[in-house]
């Protein structure tokens, strides 16, 4: 599961419950940040992956508001702080959508410009869904370490290890099981279980990583698990939009082999960046390097 580069929020980044019109939704805000005017005050909102949330992001918040850039990074329905109810139904792709425009809704409306809107992994697939249902919110739309359907059969597997654990065991248990293979195998980006990002995690980030698993409401997990497994490859609707698309990665990825994620920016017609020395969480394994990239797709599309 991906692990936070640190825990502390920067100076003026705000941590609330967000109001909308399809309820609260836990959020880290720089909106309180001492921005530049880079970006002429634009909005973007980061989705995390699976088993993730918004303390994913914590290292590209600072160098993002410096580029002039409000962000709002959320914990989706049924993740960690926001929380959901224990029907499936209620995470399936559509309802994650339109939980997006409504989150979008309350930080920008239909602001001039629109909103850059950015999905790490699974929130790569909810961000293309929420685009395809409407566009016209969104000035860009940036796929990070996400690709054109369901994961590789690699992942598959331990996708369907999880959902068959979540039918027979606790929370705390698959917690237990998950750590004992980290340290066994190594852990990375998200998954449930991958390869790799780091062997040592200081005491906080354990603390912090348990309580946000036992936070997650099971049906999320179940319901969004099996998106991974069955997700069609939407990549030539997304291609008849106007959009721009940024498609962004590490040099490795487990979920979706990077050179899926190559056909898929050409097919997109999209620019594509690849963070060296990452593998499925650029944003977490490289933060600055990520953010810098972000900031420059960002500011080709701002006028003048």
């Not at 918040?61 to 224990?86: N, S, Y």
């Not at 699974?122 to 369901?150: N, Q």
Request: charged share 20%; hydrophobic share 45%.
């Amino acid at each position: 599961m991906s692990k936070p580069p640190f825990l502390t929020l920067p100076a003026g980044v705000r941590r609330y419950r967000l109001a909308t019109a399809r309820g609260e939704f836990a959020v880290h805000d720089t909106s309180g940040h001492g921005a530049d005017e880079g970006g002429a005050g634009a909005v973007a909102v980061l989705l995390p992956g699976f088993t993730g949330s918004k303390e994913d992001f914590i290292g590209l918040l600072e160098p993002l508001a410096r580029a002039g850039f409000r962000v709002v990074a959320v914990d989706g329905r049924g993740q960690f702080e926001t929380g959901g109810r224990a029907d499936e139904g209620a995470y399936a792709q559509h309802e994650l959508a339109r939980d997006v425009h409504a989150v979008v809704a309350a930080v920008a409306g239909r602001a001039p410009g629109g909103v850059h809107l950015l999905g790490h992994s699974l929130g790569g697939l909810i961000a293309r869904a929420a685009v395809l249902e409407d566009a016209a919110p969104f000035a860009s739309l940036t796929l990070m370490s996400s690709g054109p359907g369901a994961v590789s059969l690699s992942q598959q597997e331990r996708v369907r290890m999880l959902l068959g654990a979540l039918e027979t065991m606790s929370m705390a248990a698959i917690w237990e099981v998950m750590r004992e293979l980290d340290q066994s195998v190594g852990s990375a980006g998200e998954a449930p279980y991958s390869r790799r990002e780091a062997a040592q995690t200081s005491e906080a980030t354990e603390e912090f990583l348990r309580r946000r698993w036992l936070s997650n409401v099971p049906e999320q997990l179940a319901a969004t698990g099996r998106q991974l497994l069955a997700e069609p490859d939407r990549v030539a609707e997304l291609a008849a939009l106007t959009l721009p698309v940024h498609v962004v990665s590490g040099a490795e990825d487990d979920a979706w082999p990077v050179e899926w994620l190559d056909g898929m920016a050409g097919r997109l017609g999209a620019r594509r960046t690849v963070v060296p020395g990452t593998g499925h969480s650029p944003n977490a394994e490289r933060p600055r390097e990520t953010a810098r990239a972000v900031v420059d797709f960002w500011l080709s599309l701002c006028p003048g």
